[in-house]
């Protein structure tokens, strides 16, 4: 992919907010969210009341540059699944389609065996759907061409 | 990378502040911290030692309005400039929209300065960028000390693409929103061009 702008539309948003929706319920979770591994937010599904997904979106993706650091000093491509277990609630990090991190939250209602299945099973479908995304935003110019200078200007009144 | 979200309207863009040790890059995002509206900005997160250096970044978003319909966020981030965690500032590039290099105007830190500025060339070729086209803006900073290397020699070490400078004091402010808004503005021209050439 280039480095001009990922382009993400209706159809690929909704798609991707489905299957984050479908995860949350199967793995019993709290909060599910697919965050770029530049680090930036790009859906959620859960009760994200309390959590400031900005900077867990941000962090989240340090923290997998972080380890793929690690990773690789010791001969590995990366390490595509990262657990951190809390007193009250953990999270399941994972690599999908390559360059998306899925970030799974859940408390005692649920186990990171019960979230890892559930992850398995809907990397695939992330997959597909990212497949297409990465697809379409290529295909487009990637610019937002109405953009004046004035619109640019009037960000700074 | 920029990433456009047409269903929800938002562009979300990155921006790093590079540049080497103590030169002021945490001061300047402290700043806009302090001084932007609530509303406007997020909490700001500082990874560091517990001698307050940069151990991996600090990060500060930023929402400045709508244009166009979109809701315009800004991802701030600054790298650690200690020339030993090489690592980190690599792996942050990654996805940048726009650099502000901040030099610290010392004449003790001219070496630290070129140095600085030949790494950041370096790791965005590494990441696929064209260091010669990414939106980047000079901040001259510490201006309000003694002994500081002038425009004209500033501008010839660092300078060559001519890119915007800035001359700024970053403790009291000065300069740190215009170097904001310089760069924010180049980074808007370039998503408008759609990464053409």
């Known amino acids: ?157 | 990378m920029s990433f456009i979200n047409y269903s929800s309207r938002e562009i979300n863009c990155k921006i790093v502040y590079y540049g080497p040790g103590l030169c002021g890059k945490t001061t300047n995002l402290q700043f806009i911290y302090k001084r932007m509206n609530p509303e406007a900005r997020g909490k700001m997160i500082s990874l560091a030692t517990e001698t307050e250096r940069t151990l991996f970044f600090d990060f500060l978003p930023l929402s400045l309005g709508e244009i166009r319909g979109f809701k315009t966020r800004f991802h701030l981030y600054t790298v650690p400039g200690q020339v030993f965690y090489d690592a980190s500032r690599r792996l942050i590039l990654r996805g940048v929209d726009g650099v502000v290099f901040c030099a610290d105007s010392q004449l003790t830190r001219t070496d630290s300065n070129e140095e600085s500025m030949e790494n950041l060339r370096m790791n965005l070729r590494e990441q696929g960028y064209d260091p010669d086209r990414l939106p980047l803006v000079l901040q001259y900073n510490k201006r309000d000390l003694p002994n500081v290397a002038s425009l004209g020699e500033l501008h010839a070490l660092l300078n060559r693409r001519n890119v915007p400078e800035i001359e700024a004091a970053a403790s009291s402010g000065i300069g740190v929103f215009e170097t904001l808004k310089t760069v924010i503005k180049l980074v808007l021209i370039e998503l408008k061009r759609g990464g053409r050439q």
Do not use: C
Request: hydrophobic share 50%; aromatic share 6%.
């Open chain 1, 1 to 157: 992919m280039s480095h001009g702008s990922f382009i993400l539309r209706e159809p690929e948003y909704e798609a991707l907010l489905w299957v984050l929706q479908k995860l949350l319920t199967d793995a019993s979770a709290k909060i599910v969210f697919l965050v770029d591994k530049d680090g930036t937010l790009l859906a959620s599904a859960g009760d994200s009341v309390g959590f400031d997904t900005t900077s867990l979106a941000s962090l989240a993706a340090g923290n997998i540059a972080a380890t793929g650091g690690l990773a690789n000093l010791i001969g590995e491509k990366e390490f595509s699944i990262l657990f951190h277990e809390g007193e009250r609630d953990n999270m399941h990090l994972s690599v999908v389609a390559e360059r998306i991190i899925l970030v799974v939250v859940f408390d005692r209602r649920s186990s990171v065996g019960l979230v890892r299945l559930r992850v398995r099973q809907a990397s695939a479908r992330f997959n597909d759907v990212m497949v297409a995304a990465l697809a379409a935003s290529d295909a487009e110019d990637g610019g937002i061409e109405e953009l004046t200078e004035a619109d640019i200007e009037s960000l700074f009144k």
